[in-house]
């Protein structure tokens, strides 16, 4: 393979693991919010014993998605420097507002968050709780952002010229309200929830299914599964808000998405096997006319193919069309599962479902795959360029950079990678299988305790910190 393919390969692999993460972190953010709202309201010591459970979860994997989203950083300067310099200005401004706007939001608070148990009161956790859950959204909207601008770059001139030229922001509001970013930026936080959401669900299910923590799962899985069906419900509406964008903005990607070769009225492919060559798509279930319903409400409506576009300016065919239609078959499987959930909850039987509850502990590899596949669709389907019409992935390439290097690289990071994923995935195991702390315990230990102020948390940190813990009395 030559650099050009290695490097995006590499990239590919550090981008797609690392975003195993921060979906998790979003979705699990909310699910924290509505916990500790929950036990704000009630005072059930149950749902304390939640929070402090998802908790645990949510710091391993912060750090996790911490560590592995570094290495990004440093490929944008290695493998894709004529990128790095043409782009610096406008990605430059997106990543300082995540770190103003989001990193500092988010680990600002974090630290009470999961170290404040017992030393702030609830009310003070819990506005912690919803500072790094606004946090970690902040960071996905400034990411999410940046990239919807090299699908739709606005706002912005160019200097130079050649290998010298540079985008420079005109209008700062413009590329942030880029055509693209608010339908992606939409269509991605609901995926997060979807993740988060079923990931609770899975463990919870896991629970019920093993009789242990039953209330505590319980609790846990009703939670989720309210945040689920909101997010599967509201992910359909954007998905097609999404499509009919893309349409307008990125025809040659949906033409690539949908297989549609001529100009003209189009069906919609169920499934199938694109052709170039013979410009078909093999074994091709189609729905005749519905595409062109979709986009523009009238089954007869022409839709751009991909005749209207040079062959060096279309985009692969094969693995956009596959990704995205894996994604929208999950997404409906998703839809199906959540909402028969959501139906026996309230007849009361949930529970009970033996086979539903299985079906929930193997679902939560089902909204990572469909996150995955959607991000390889959309990027995949920008192709040949990495700034769409401006700059050909070809030229955005380091000419320093040789392919044995990058092969190495990809080699040791992918070593890597599987330790990291491994002990992600133990320490997980361990604070699963040790389960919730016991909300009676939890109840006893604040007998006669009433939650302290900011001075007494501070006094009382400081006290621990020097080998000397006051009592209550000492305190008075």
């Known amino acids: 393979m030559d650099v ?3 490097s995006r390969l590499q990239f590919a692999l550090t981008i797609m ?3 195993l993460f921060p979906p998790l972190s979003i979705g699990l953010g909310v699910v924290l919010v509505i ?3 929950l036990h704000l309201k009630t005072r059930n010591p149950q749902y304390e014993a939640m929070a402090r459970f998802w908790t645990r979860i949510f710091a391993v994997n912060f750090a996790v998605g911490v560590a592995t989203g570094l290495v990004m950083e440093f490929e944008f300067g290695t493998n894709w420097a004529t990128y790095s310099r043409y782009v610096g200005d406008v990605f430059g401004s997106a990543l300082a507002a995540e770190g103003v706007f989001a990193f500092f939001l988010e680990s600002g608070f974090l630290a009470i968050l999961v170290f404040g148990w017992d030393r702030v009161g609830p009310k003070m ?4 709780t919803l500072m790094v859950a606004m946090g970690s959204m902040f960071s996905a909207i400034w990411i999410v952002i940046a990239n919807s601008w090299m699908h739709t770059p606005a706002g912005f001139h160019v200097v130079g010229e050649g290998l010298e030229a540079r985008a420079q922001i005109v209008d700062f509001w413009a590329m942030v309200f880029n055509p693209s970013a608010m339908h992606r930026l939409g269509h991605v936080i609901l995926g997060c929830y ?3 959401a079923f990931f609770v669900m899975s463990v919870s299910a896991w629970y019920v299914l093993r009789k242990r923590h039953l209330d505590f799962a319980k609790k846990s899985f009703t939670v989720a599964l309210g945040l689920a069906t909101f997010a599967v419900v509201a992910i359909g509406a954007s998905g097609h808000g999404q499509a009919v964008a893309v349409a307008e903005n990125q025809p040659a990607k949906l033409a690539a998405f949908e297989g549609h070769f001529e100009t003209g009225p189009a069906g919609l492919y169920i499934a199938g096997i694109p052709d170039a060559e013979t410009q078909t798509v093999k074994h091709g279930v189609q729905i005749p006319g519905l595409l062109s319903l979709l986009i523009h409400g009238d089954a007869e409506a022409p839709v751009t ?3 209207e576009f ?8 094969f693995i956009p069309f596959a990704a995205y239609h894996v994604m929208v078959a999950i997404g409906f499987f998703l839809m199906g599962l959540v909402l028969l959930a959501l139906f026996l909850r309230w007849r009361g039987t949930l529970f009970e479902k033996r086979w539903l509850m299985w079906t929930f502990v193997l679902a939560v590899i089902a909204p990572i795959i469909a996150n995955q596949a959607g991000w390889v669709a959309a990027e995949v389907g920008r192709q040949p360029w990495v700034v769409h019409g401006l700059l050909r992935t070809s030229d955005a390439l380091s000419k320093a950079v040789v392919a044995s290097q990058v092969l190495a690289s990809i080699f040791l990071f992918a070593f890597i990678y599987l330790l990291l994923f491994a002990v992600w995935v133990y320490v997980l195991n361990e604070k699963i299988r040790h389960g919730p702390k016991d909300p009676d315990a939890l109840v006893a230990s604040h007998e006669g305790d009433g939650p302290p102020s900011l001075l007494e948390a501070a006094s009382r940190r400081t006290d621990q910190s020097s080998g000397y813990s006051m009592t209550q009395e000492d305190r008075s």
Request: no cysteine.
């Open 194 to 196: 979807l993740q988060g």
């Open 35 to 37: 916990i500790e709202g």
């Open 125 to 128: 956790h819990f506005f912690a």
């Open 17 to 19: 693991f690392h975003y």
């Open 305 to 307: 193919g991909l005749d």
């Open 310 to 317: 040079a062959p060096e300016d279309r985009p692969p065919l």
């Open 4 to 6: 050009l393919m290695l």
